[in-house]
């Protein structure tokens, strides 16, 4: 029960950090108005695929997803998961960039990013170093840490709306489903860890629809609290609307009269805890699939995926990086857990494996 709660603490941490930086500028592109139409769509689709995903593992009791597709063939661990565990470089190296950039504007104006880069990523390596273990007693401490001050960003940020800013309504028919970007949103989710862990830990859909809810509650006020502030007209004008809403927060009455601040530790215990897990799933892919030492695998990777998040030149390609790693991240979201599926449904073992739950 322990480790079920530990493991959707990391459900919903992940999601939390893919989600503040660039998640609310997708949702103000795609659609003027009815925001909450898009962010519910994605998460059902999200929904839906979690629960392929779950149905497909099930069948294959005491495997995570790389021993069913080793099972499959080597070939067909080496052609879906060599690519997934690539773009997972590519996703931890940005997303740590992406997350630097906001740390500095709030923090360290003055100090060059390349000393937080290097900071962040020794901490969150050296994490990934020790281990699942380690890991999820991590996102326990930071869960509690950071939900208190998500709390208080959503209350204090209540102060400054304006119910004027945001047009409720219905987009139909709701044309952003054609979107590219609708399906960026695909990319920003978290639940394909749940497959690293199968073997370790029998997994409850009714659990993690419970962090599935909570994330897209979060998700509504990542989106909304900036519209409520600024409306929509201007917070597509904004490189960050999240951090800019909550810099327009007076909390004079306390000992840091910047909510900003607040913002600002927060992504960096989710930044660290998100970065250990990539890099401890790119670690796990290639040890089980090319027979080497995980730790090899993850100090080589990891020191790859800083030179990449130090030649980046800057934010508009990062952001352009960003969203296309996204949209690969996307991709394979979509196809691992219907490969899963349909192997454990069609093969002889997932019937029996089936058979026995």
Known sequence: MTQRIQIAAVFIIIHLSFGYVVYPNLIYMLTETAHWEVIICQGLLQLILIWVYMKGLNYFPAQNVIDIYLKMGRWAAIIFLTPFAFNL?????????????????????????????????????????????????????????????????????????????VTPGLNLPPKFLLEVKFFYLLGFSSFLFLGFIASKTKLLFRQLFAAWAIVTLLSLSIVYIPLFIFGQDTVVTLKNPFLEAMDSIDISWFSFNRQAIFFGVLLVGLVILTSSVLF??????????????????????????????????????????????????????????????????????????????
Do not use: C, D
């Open 280 to 357: 401890w799933m790119i670690g796990t892919i290639m040890q089980k699939v090319y027979k080497w030492n995980s730790s090899y695998w993850i100090s080589a990777f990891s020191f790859i995926a800083l030179i990449i998040a130090l030649v980046v030149p800057n934010k508009n390609l990062l952001e352009k990086y960003f969203l296309w790693s996204s949209g690969a991240q996307a991709f394979f979201m979509i196809i691992i857990p219907i490969t899963i599926f349909i192997y454990g449904f069609w093969s002889n073992g997932g019937v029996r494996g089936h058979g026995e739950k």
């Open 89 to 165: 470089i590519v996703l931890a190296s940005l997303n740590i960039r992406i997350h630097t950039e906001v740390i500095i504007s709030i923090f360290l104006p003055r100090t060059p990013y390349w000393a937080i880069l290097v900071l962040l990523f020794f901490i969150s390596v050296y994490t990934a170093l020790k281990g699942l273990g380690t890991i999820l007693r991590s996102a326990i401490f930071i869960f509690l840490f950071v939900i208190p001050l998500v709390v208080l960003n959503i209350f204090s940020s209540a102060v400054n709306f304006n119910i004027h800013n």
